[in-house]
């Protein structure tokens, strides 16, 4: 059910009350989306214990202050990771499990948007690994810290409900390269990888979102800084700001409208009001043609062969 901003503001204040005590976990938490989510949740909930992962130390050490100023009754950390390489997501990972027991939530938004392809040394463009396959990754190995917490929550920010019509021998984008494959692709794989996810895993819900537009540095930063700033100014009027997102991602990371499996559906496909976005018939087509299967063992089968 979508919501409005007010009652998302009313549900975000009450936090310090309904929810005094959470352990968050930010992948690609050191710009925009992920930041703002992670600021907004360190001063929202009265004990938070929050960790980052990104790749820029300095912009990371910048939002953990960020977090400190916002609730000083916190616990704070950054790690850098390069997640284009699954072997330093596997040595964070476990890292991580030394520092937490139990885990609430996971929020994954790592990556640009691909205009052309970069690949890394398995032959997979960077942003389709960092998009998908190492957010995947973080969810599999931190699943038991998961499962280990009362109401625990993946949230992947990426492109929910714009999933597109995907090839068994394209899943790594090696046949085909374009933008459109390049976003279309993953999309399609975080919705079809979640509902078997939420099938295996029955305590913990999954969330695909599609933030809306947001004015982030995601333009520059994946288009370049002159046709980025265009493109940023061009969009402006129908974006909101990172901060509003932030409030917005905090509701979702927080709100018992998204139950796991063992009480409801278990994975999601929404806006970032919460609203459904799910095309129905492009994903019963998918399920149809058995791709959630297909798309996990291919999953699988890269881990297998980036980690040999």
């Given amino acids: 059910m979508a919501q409005t901003l007010t ?7 009450a936090l310090k009350s309904t929810r005094p005590e959470m352990v968050a976990l930010f992948v690609g938490g050191t710009s925009g989306i992920g930041e703002h989510t992670a600021i907004n949740l360190a001063g929202a909930v009265k004990k938070p214990t929050i960790y980052i992962i990104g790749r820029n130390e300095a912009a990371g050490t910048q939002v953990v ?3 400190k100023n916002a609730n000083p009754d916190g616990t704070y950390g950054f790690k850098a990771v390069d997640m284009s390489n699954l072997r330093n997501v596997d040595e964070a990972c476990e890292e991580l499990k030394t520092r937490f027991k139990a ?3 996971l929020f994954l938004s790592a990556g640009a948007i691909s205009i052309s392809k970069n690949e890394t040394a398995i032959g997979i463009d960077v942003n389709h690994m960092t998009r998908y396959y190492s957010r995947m990754r973080f969810v599999e190995n931190l699943m038991p810290a998961l499962e280990a917490a009362t109401s625990p929550r993946v949230i992947s920010i990426l492109a929910g409900g714009k999933e597109i019509m995907i090839e068994e021998d ?3 984008l090696s046949k085909k390269f374009s933008l459109s494959e390049a976003n279309g692709y993953p999309a399609s794989m975080t919705s079809l990888a979640f509902e078997v996810l939420a099938s295996q895993h029955p305590s913990v819900s999954f969330l695909h979102v ?3 537009l947001v004015s982030t540095p995601l333009m520059k930063k994946s288009m370049g800084s002159v046709l980025g700033t265009i493109l940023g100014f061009l969009t402006m009027p129908m974006s909101i700001s990172a901060k509003e997102s932030g409030e917005w991602q905090t509701w979702l990371s927080t ?3 998204f139950v796991p499996k063992n009480s409801g559906q278990g994975a999601y496909i929404v806006n970032h009001d919460g ?3 799910t095309n129905q018939s492009l994903m019963a087509q998918l399920r149809e043609k058995g791709f959630p299967e297909i798309v996990w063992k291919h ?3 890269i881990f297998t062969r980036a980690l040999k």
Avoid: C, H, I, Y
């Avoid at 009652?7 to 204040?13: P, T």
């Fill in 7 to 13: 009652q998302v503001r009313e549900w975000n204040a």
């Fill in 65 to 67: 202050d960020a977090m």
């Fill in 103 to 105: 885990l609430d939530l």
């Fill in 170 to 172: 394209n899943l790594d």
């Fill in 210 to 212: 599609f933030p809306g």
């Fill in 255 to 257: 709100s018992p409208n």
């Fill in 275 to 277: 609203k459904d976005s």
């Fill in 299 to 301: 999953t699988q089968d």
